[in-house]
């Protein structure tokens, strides 16, 4: 299940895409435009800052900017640095130690399949894609 921060992260970077003059957006104004805690936001923005996905300036005229044009960014970028991992099962996440069950396990091509179906999907989504509402 993706946790509230990776669906907020993603309703900000929509935000800042739909402001189109590509200005430093204030954060308190996508916090009242999505609904959303701004305290809590700050928090969801930082991973993202981290991340060199967007950009903060602050004092007057300050706010945050994307630093790639929305067709750039994917769905799936934005999950793996705000939920970490997407794996369904901890022995195919990237950092797991090798399964001593794997040689025999019945069930990891299952998981193998479902988790590549998951990637290729918020791999093959981009913000621009959101915006614009080609899902």
């Known amino acids: 299940m993706i946790s509230t921060k990776g669906r907020y992260a993603i ?3 929509i935000d800042l895409a739909e402001q189109h003059d590509g200005l430093p957006v204030p954060l ?7 609904q959303i805690s701004k305290k809590y936001l700050e928090t969801v923005v930082n991973f993202l800052v981290k991340a060199k996905l967007v950009k903060g300036a602050s004092g007057k005229g300050g706010g945050y900017r994307l630093l790639r044009s929305p067709a750039d960014y994917t769905v799936g970028e934005i999950l793996k640095i705000t939920e970490g991992t997407l794996a369904t099962v901890a022995c195919l996440d990237e950092d797991a130690d090798i399964c001593p069950r794997e040689t025999f396990c019945k069930t990891l091509p299952m998981w193998k399949k479902y988790d590549s179906m998951v990637h290729d999907f918020f791999y093959n989504i981009t913000i621009e894609d959101l915006v614009n509402g080609n899902i």
């Open 11 to 13: 309703r900000f970077m």
């Open 28 to 34: 308190e104004d996508v916090a009242l435009r999505q």
